[in-house]
């Protein structure tokens, strides 16, 4: 009997240590991949295209549910070639300036974290090879008790260990807290600003929430069409009057209006559809050349529908566009007389995460910036950034689309406002409310 005691005992304390390993650690990284994650959205290895993760149905949707609202994300990706590979997801909770929340996993996770992504099909009939993975989640295996920020982390794992693959950010917001925003479009506070940006100020009401310390306790973040290199982050209120926390700035809470956004159609490989030039077929890949862009800005403005820089994949040649879908290799040419001393012009949008990735090269034969991209089938939304010479990816002060694309009042934008609230003596930010606004 004692050493079936005993027995029990250690085993006890075994389960014990495990359970403190799981869910005492608040993520389960290595001290390498710490320091390598990027709090972002990021795409960390070459074979992987196309990502995208927004609200389980909506493939233009920014990524943000409400707390136990019943409604899923789902991410989707490329991995280019034929075989499998095994990869796991986890997410961490993050504060409102995106940093890890001094949380551990117990305190945010109901569920099991590093599941396997098991849901995967096969390119059919394309000439580029890939597999395509998809998630939805929350699922049976994980979800979230709290609302604020997360980042999820998609890792590959091999013989030689992990590696860091994607990371995206998502948001949790709890309408429980009774908490509404009073929008309020305004006149630009300077004139020179008039014709070319949005400017706002907001209301924050919380009658049926009490509130000690708005000052500190409240903020906001601004997005212009889901974008977070732009977005105007930690913003605290002007002042408070009654129960309603006022955001009335001078200038601060403004975004250069841009113009509609380039597109070009490339559901089909078949025909040329808007924006495109040629189709190439050759033994194992397609080439695509788009129509040669001119600089848009000194033209007045002109609307056209778009997707506010996004993208969303279909294919007019087969049935699932998922795994239907072929990759082309993109040509782009931009009109310039001469090349610039001192700048440096990108290819951006959300197919590569706003990111200087896509730099152009002058082309002195046509007069023209030129880049080749490859694309996945599907509609896409671009813009041209004219950037100081030498810039680079790591670069975060900001993107110019305003030199070659200019900015119009007029324009149709989606600003997301979000509001955050950390009570005294809390450990962690909570994301309290959202309004989404589509400038006319």
């Known amino acids: 009997m004692r050493r079936l005691v005993e027995t029990y005992q250690t085993t006890l304390l075994k389960c014990l240590a495990l359970f403190l390993i799981i869910n005492l650690v608040p993520l389960d990284l290595s001290a390498q991949e710490e320091e390598n994650i990027r709090y972002e959205n990021y795409v960390y290895l070459d074979n992987i295209r196309s990502v995208k993760l927004h609200v389980d149905g909506d493939p233009i949707s920014l990524p943000m549910l409400p707390l136990n609202g019943g409604a899923r994300f789902e991410l989707s990706f490329d991995d280019l070639g034929p075989d499998v590979k095994t990869y796991t997801y986890t997410f961490v909770h993050c504060d409102k300036n995106w940093q890890p929340s001094p949380l551990t996993t117990m305190e945010y996770v109901d569920g099991f974290l590093n599941e396997l992504l098991d849901d995967y099909e096969f390119s059919n009939k394309t000439l580029t090879e890939y597999t395509h993975y998809s998630l939805v989640f929350p699922n049976d295996d994980v979800t979230w008790t709290i609302s604020g920020n997360y980042l999820l982390i998609i890792h590959e794992d091999d013989v030689d260990g992990k590696r860091l693959a994607i990371t995206r950010r998502f948001m949790v917001v709890d309408y429980n807290s009774l908490v509404d925003i009073e929008l309020k479009p ?255």
């Open 186 to 440: 305004v006149s630009p506070a300077m004139a020179g600003r008039l014709k070319t940006y949005h400017e706002f100020d907001f209301v924050v009401n919380h009658e049926k929430t009490p509130i000690r310390n708005p000052e500190r306790e409240i903020s906001a973040v601004v997005l212009q069409n889901q974008r977070w290199d732009n977005a105007i982050m930690d913003i605290p209120p002007t002042y408070t009057r009654g129960n309603s926390i006022v955001f009335d700035y001078q200038g601060r809470i403004a975004f250069p209006a841009g113009k509609e956004f380039r597109f070009f159609d490339l559901r089909t490989l078949r025909t040329r559809s808007l924006g495109i030039h040629e189709i190439l077929r050759f033994g194992d890949h397609y080439e695509v050349v788009l129509d040669k862009d001119a600089k848009r800005g000194a033209l007045a403005y002109l609307f056209r529908e778009d997707l506010n820089g996004g993208f969303v994949i279909d294919n007019f040649d087969g049935y699932i566009p998922e795994v239907s879908a072929d990759y082309a290799d993109v040509f782009f040419a931009l009109s310039s007389p001469t090349e610039y001393d001192d700048a440096d012009i990108f290819i951006v949008g959300a197919f590569n995460d706003w990111r200087l990735k896509d730099k152009m090269v002058y082309n002195d034969a046509i007069n023209s910036y030129v880049a080749k991209i490859p694309f996945k089938q599907g509609f896409h939304n671009y813009a041209y950034a004219f950037q100081p010479k030498g810039s680079r990816e790591t670069d975060r002060a900001g993107l110019n689309l305003s030199e070659l694309e200019g900015d119009w009042y007029e324009t149709e934008n989606e600003y997301t406002f979000l509001i955050y609230y950390h009570p005294i003596g809390s450990n962690y930010d909570q994301l309290v409310a959202s309004l989404v606004y589509v400038s006319h």
